[in-house]
């Protein structure tokens, strides 16, 4: 095998990050209810929720709009999961000045 067959170039540098066929986005929303009602003993109703989260999510990222779900983690989820270092907190509505 030589060195051009063991790296992965992408042919876009804007290309998103893959799982399998999906983005990892995507494949999140997919696979975290299958998971968990793989745990829950129910996979096929966990599987049937985690197909229709993904089907909603492609139809917002079709529409132009992916950036509505990072808005929604934004305002919704705590300050940890995005980690963002300008960004005030969400819960701040006054400041100083």
């Known amino acids: 095998m030589n060195e051009a067959e ?55 990222k079709r529409g132009g709009r992916g950036g509505i779900v990072m808005h929604a983690v934004y305002w919704f989820l705590p300050g940890e999961v995005l980690r963002l270092q300008g960004a005030p907190a969400s819960h701040r509505r006054r400041f100083a000045g």
């Open 6 to 60: 063991r790296f992965a170039i992408p042919s876009r540098l804007d290309d998103p990050e893959r799982w399998l066929f999906w983005t990892m986005d995507e494949a999140a929303v997919l696979m975290g209810p299958a998971m968990l009602g793989l745990a829950a003993n129910a996979f096929v109703p966990g599987l049937v929720i985690g197909v229709g989260g993904w089907l909603v999510l492609r139809r917002i």
